[in-house]
């Protein structure tokens, strides 16, 4: 079996293969619902979560073997990367601020979005444990298996950019699904391309940290759905601001001071 080298995988197959493992997902949730999920989430979507990790650990394993595919599925946990402590501020505490600030916009402007489900505290616990295993899901295709080969194209901003639209091109029937307008659903392309940029920025601050983005995911995902007033995608504002922040402060092209190589750490190695 010839094994594929870390540069030689194409992001766009895993995309499109993801992509047609995922289409049934939205078609059983318009007909599954459950009311009262975070965020009005379709029931599918933390299911449908599970997509890019297992799409992207059977193309390690066809293209590089067990090895490399158990290897790639231990950096969830992969915290030992993220040698500079300080970068665990923005991991844990980037999206209260944005959320914090959202919310301060909304009441000093008085604009009203449909109102999320209210969640008790029990609740959240609950679904802080479910929001990691989804972030994981999620994190695990795109941060550690496709972000690598877009930067190496583009550049770490525009491999961000590219990444963020895509990622909202699978956001779109939850979206629908879950009854946001046409505002909401506009806002959210921003609020998705803004917030990878974010995630991008401190993924290779990090020396490449899965483990770093899923926290960061799963508490964006707790403190959007922790206020009924402050649907997810009222946050793109604030977010397109500190991502237009970061760009210029750290460079487009690394996003990063001190950036490690892209590739010389490939997926399936610590």
Same mark, same amino acid.
């Given at each position: 079996m010839r094994v594929v080298a870390d540069t030689e995988r194409s992001p766009y197959v895993y995309f499109l293969i993801v992509a047609l493992v995922f289409a049934p997902f939205p078609v059983v949730g318009a007909f599954v619902h459950i009311p009262g999920l975070p965020k009005n989430a379709p029931v599918t979507d933390f299911v449908a &979560? *599970? /997509?890019p990790a297992a799409v992207a650990l059977a193309l390690t394993y066809r293209d590089r073997g067990a090895g490399a595919a158990? &290897? *790639?599925l231990r950096r969830v946990v992969d915290y030992r990367r993220i040698t500079a402590r300080i970068w665990y501020l923005p991991i844990l505490l980037l999206s209260p601020l /944005?959320?914090?600030a959202t919310y301060g916009l909304i009441e000093l402007t008085g604009v009203e979005f449909v109102a999320q489900p209210r969640l008790s505290v029990t609740t959240m616990l609950v679904f802080a444990l479910? +929001? +990691?295993v989804a972030a994981a899901g999620e994190? *695990?295709?795109w941060s550690g298996y496709a972000i690598d080969p877009l930067q190496r194209r583009w550049g770490a901003l525009g491999g961000a950019l590219v990444l963020g639209v895509i990622w909202f091109a699978f956001h779109i029937p939850s979206m629908l699904q879950s009854g946001q307008d046409a505002t909401l659903v506009g806002l959210g392309a921003f609020a998705t391309v803004g917030l990878r940029v974010l995630w991008v920025w401190i +993924?290779?601050?990090t020396g490449g940290s899965v483990f770093? /983005? !899923?926290v960061a995911h799963t508490v964006a995902n707790v403190c959007a759905s922790a206020v009924p007033s402050v649907p997810t995608n009222a946050a &793109?504002? !604030?977010i397109v601001v500190a991502a237009v922040l970061v760009a210029w402060l750290w460079g487009p092209k690394t996003l990063a001071h001190f950036k490690y190589p892209v590739g010389a750490r490939s997926s399936g190695e610590e």
């Open positions: &979560a *599970l /997509i158990l &290897a *790639l /944005i959320y914090l479910i +929001f +990691f994190e *695990l295709g +993924f290779d601050n770093a /983005i !899923v &793109a504002p !604030v």
